[in-house]
C-alpha cells in the first residue's frame, strides 16, 4: 500500500510563507492562474505574501483541470485517469486570455505528480495566450509563465515543462517528497482525526 502522508492548514501555510520571497524576486508574477481545486488555497494564502505594501492584491484567475478520479478501493488514494478534463477555463472572447499578454504569469497547484496536469496548463496557456495576442494585434508579446506547488514528487514525469522554464528557474516546489500520496486537508472529511494524523506522523 503506498505510504500517506498527512499535511495540515497550518503546514501549507507555512509553505506559501517561506516561498514567497524567492517568487516575488525571482518571478515578479502581476496575476496567478490556479489550477483547481487543489490550487485554490495555496493560491489565496500566496496572494497575501505576494502583496507589497502600498499596492493592490495579485489578481487570481482559475482554471479548472482535473485527471485523476477513484478507482481503486482506498478512498482516500485517487488514480491518474487518461486524459486531463477541463472543467474551466480562461475565455478567449472576454478578453481574460488577453489580459495575460506581457504579464508575469504565476500557475499555483498543491502536488506535482506525474506533470501531465501542470504540462497540459502551460502548453494550452501558452496557445491561447499566442492566439489571443495575435487576434489583438500584439504579434509576437507572450506571457512568462513560472510555476509554484507545495509538493513536487521525486520521480519520473510523463509531463514535461517548456526547456526555457526549467533552464531560467521559473519551477518552484516548496517540498520534494518521495512517491508517497499526500492528504491536503482540505479534502479531509473529520479534520481533527486528518490533525491527529498528522501529528502522528511529526513524532
Ligand atoms: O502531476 P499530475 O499527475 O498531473 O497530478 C497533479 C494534479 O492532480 C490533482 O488534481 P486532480 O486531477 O485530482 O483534480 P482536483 O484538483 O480537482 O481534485 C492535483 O490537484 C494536480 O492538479
Ligand atoms: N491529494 C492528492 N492529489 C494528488 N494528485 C496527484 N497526486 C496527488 C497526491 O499525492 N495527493
Known sequence: MVEKVYVTYNQVHKLCQASADHMLNEF???????????GY???????????????PNIP???????????LGTDPQVEQPGKKVTRTQ????????????IGKNVLIVDEVDDTRTTLEYAVKELEKDVATAAKQAGRGDERATFSIFVLHNKDKEKKGHLPQNMTNEGRYLAARTVGDVW?????????????????EKQMT
Open 182 to 198: 499526500i492528504n491536503y486537508p482540505w479534502e479531509a472529511t473529520d479534520i481533527e482525526e486528518h490533525d491527529k494524523m498528522a
Open 60 to 70: 487570481i484567475q482559475a482554471i479548472g483541470l482535473s485527471l485523476y478520479e477513484q
Open 89 to 100: 477555463w480562461l475565455d478567449l472572447s472576454s478578453l481574460e486570455m488577453a489580459n495575460l
Open 41 to 55: 488555497v495555496p493560491a489565496r494564502i500566496l496572494r497575501s505574501f505576494l502583496r507589497k505594501p502600498g499596492s
Open 28 to 38: 515578479k508574477p502581476n496575476l496567478m492562474i490556479a489550477i483547481g481545486g487543489g
